[in-house]
C-alpha cells in the first residue's frame, strides 16, 4: 500500500514556465512534508518542507502547497530552469505519541523533470 | 565538513555472500537512516537508529541487520545477498531545527547481486 503517490513518472517543461510536481498521501497522520530534488548518481537533496499548521511556504523559486482536506501536496518552480532537470521525490513523517518523531520518511515514487531550454 | 559519506561505491556480490556497507555522518546529527531506492518504488526505509545504541527496523528489513558503532557511523549488513537485494542504497541522517527537520543523504551505494 503506497501511502505518498507521485502519480506522474514524468513531467516536460519549457524554460522559464512554471513546473508543477504534484503528490498524494492517503495516511492523514502525516503531519510534514519535505521535497527532495536527486541528479542521477547521487544522493537527494533536500528542496523545500511544510508542516501541516501551514498551508504554503517559499523558498526563492520554489513554493509548496499543501491542501490537507485533499491529502495533496504540489511543488511549484517558476521560473523553471535547465539545471531544475532531475528526478523529485515528495516524502511525508508524523510526530509519535511523545511529540517527537524520529525522522522517518515515506517517500513517494519520484516524478522526472525535463527542462528543455 | 563532508556531510554524509558512504563506502563502498560499487560492488557486486554473489548469492550468498555477506558484506557490510559502510556509512559516516561528521554533522553530529542523532537519528541516521539505510534506505534502498528500486525503478517505480521512491526510497524505502531499511533500519534506522533514532540515537546511538538504538536501532529499530524501518518497512523492508528482511535480510538486513544495523550497527549503530557510535555516534558518527551507522553500518547496514547483508549476510547472506540475495539477488533482490540488487539495489541503491542511502545512508542519511537527521537535522532538528525545534520540530522541523531536515534529512542529508549520501552518494548512495550500487549493489549488484549475480
Known amino acids: 500500500d503506497q501511502q505518498v503517490k507521485q502519480n506522474s513518472p514524468s513531467l516536460s517543461v519549457q524554460e522559464g514556465r512554471i513546473s508543477i510536481l504534484n503528490c498524494d498521501y492517503t495516511n492523514s497522520m502525516f503531519d510534514y512534508f519535505l521535497w527532495y530534488k536527486k541528479y542521477p548518481a547521487e544522493g537527494p537533496t533536500f528542496l523545500i518542507s511544510i508542516s501541516s499548521i501551514k498551508d504554503k511556504n517559499e523558498d526563492g523559486r520554489f513554493t509548496v502547497f499543501l491542501n490537507k482536506s485533499a491529502k495533496h501536496l504540489s511543488l511549484h518552480i517558476v521560473p523553471s530552469q535547465p539545471g531544475d532537470s532531475a528526478v523529485y521525490f515528495c516524502?511525508?513523517?508524523?510526530?509519535?505519541?511523545?511529540?517527537?518523531?524520529?525522522?522517518?520518511?515515506?517517500f513517494g515514487q519520484g516524478t522526472i523533470l525535463t527542462v528543455h531550454p | 565538513n563532508a556531510g554524509v559519506t558512504q563506502t563502498p561505491k560499487f560492488q557486486v556480490l554473489k548469492t550468498g555472500q555477506s558484506m557490510t556497507l559502510q556509512c559516516a555522518q561528521d554533522?553530529?546529527?542523532?537519528?541516521m537512516y539505510w534506505y534502498r531506492q528500486d525503478p517505480g518504488m521512491g526510497l524505502r526505509l531499511i533500519y534506522y537508529?533514532?540515537?546511538?545504541?538504538?536501532?529499530d527496523k524501518g518497512e523492508v528489513p528482511n535480510g538486513y541487520n544495523v550497527s549503530r558503532l557510535n555516534k558518527r557511523e551507522f553500518s547496514l549488513r547483508l549476510e547472506s545477498a540475495a539477488p533482490s537485494q540488487t539495489s541503491v542504497y542511502f545512508c542519511?541522517?537527521?537535522?532538528?531545527?525545534?520540530?522541523?527537520?531536515?534529512?542529508?543523504f549520501g552518494p548512495g551505494t550500487r549493489l549488484l547481486v549475480l
Open positions: 516524502a511525508a513523517s508524523f510526530s509519535n505519541a511523545g511529540g517527537t518523531s524520529y525522522g522517518k520518511l515515506t
Open positions: 554533522m553530529n546529527h542523532n537519528s
Open positions: 542519511a541522517s537527521t537535522e532538528w531545527v525545534g520540530l522541523e527537520e531536515t534529512q542529508y
Open positions: 537508529s533514532a540515537s546511538e545504541g538504538t536501532t
